[in-house]
């Protein structure tokens, strides 16, 4: 079945230009002029990828992924003229996988879907391990069990939602739990390897996950940052 993807773009000329490319490479594209009509097809038969413009009339790209994020796991990749460092920040913050400028080359926004197509979702990522993977993770808020192998992250019983990128980076952290990864590494890692993506991905991610596992994500003792090196993860 061809993977589904949605491009929500409200540049009537951008939006046939990519959808004729990306069905030459055998993508089943929907497009939206604009952010309600796409909450509609996220909401409906749902899809596999998302290009999602910002700069759109009515409901903007960051509203936008905010409302679809609580309803699909699908990749969601921004595709902007806005370059600033705060929008890009903003735009992973709200939930995007992957920031592309304008102009940009096909080619790459090809490379980048593939990239995102490769990863496997929380489920199929550890399945064979159901059950036999958990973790303990040390939190002022009380500790954190991570179940890898039923892809859930509970306090006090409670679960957490992770997004799939989230839970890719928890896992990775877990494997190397006491040891610093720096940003290369774990966009090799979570990411793909050979991405050639912006390690702005990896501090966005890192401080979303914080939010999630920190008591006070300002003050980190969980996932804690090495100044100059990167990040570590501290289990139990």
Do not use: C
């Not at 230009?17 to 993508?27: A, H, P």
């Not at 500790?143 to 890898?148: A, G, S, T």
């Not at 957490?160 to 090799?188: K, P, Q």
């Amino acid at each position: 079945m061809a993977t589904r993807l949605l491009i929500l773009e409200d540049d009537d000329g951008l939006r046939a230009s990519l959808r004729l490319v990306l069905e030459d490479d055998g993508y089943d594209v929907v497009e939206a002029v604009d952010a309600e009509t796409a909450l509609r097809v996220v909401a409906g038969p749902g899809v596999d990828l998302m290009l999602v413009d910002l700069m759109l009339g009515g409901m903007d790209g960051f509203s936008f992924i905010q409302r679809a994020r609580p309803q699909t796991e699908a990749p969601i990749v921004v595709v902007s003229a806005r370059d600033g460092v705060q929008d890009v920040v903003a735009a992973l913050e709200a939930g995007a996988d992957d920031y592309v400028t304008k102009p940009f080359v096909v080619e790459e926004i090809k490379a980048r879907l593939r990239a995102l197509l490769r990863r496997p979702s929380m489920a199929e990522d550890h399945h064979e391990v159901r059950g036999a993977d958990v973790f303990v993770l040390d939190s002022l808020a009380g500790p954190l069990v991570f179940d890898r192998g039923a892809a859930q992250l509970t306090r006090g019983g409670a679960e957490i939602h992770l997004t799939n990128t989230e839970f890719r980076l928890l896992s990775v952290l877990v494997d190397n739990a006491g040891r610093v990864l720096n940003r290369t590494s774990l966009l090799d890692h979570v990411w793909d390897t050979g991405f050639f993506g912006d390690e702005r991905l990896v501090d966005v991610h890192v401080r979303r996950l914080r939010k999630k596992l920190e008591a006070d994500p300002s003050a980190p003792s969980t996932l804690v940052t090495v100044r100059g090196l990167g990040y570590r993860l501290d289990v139990r």
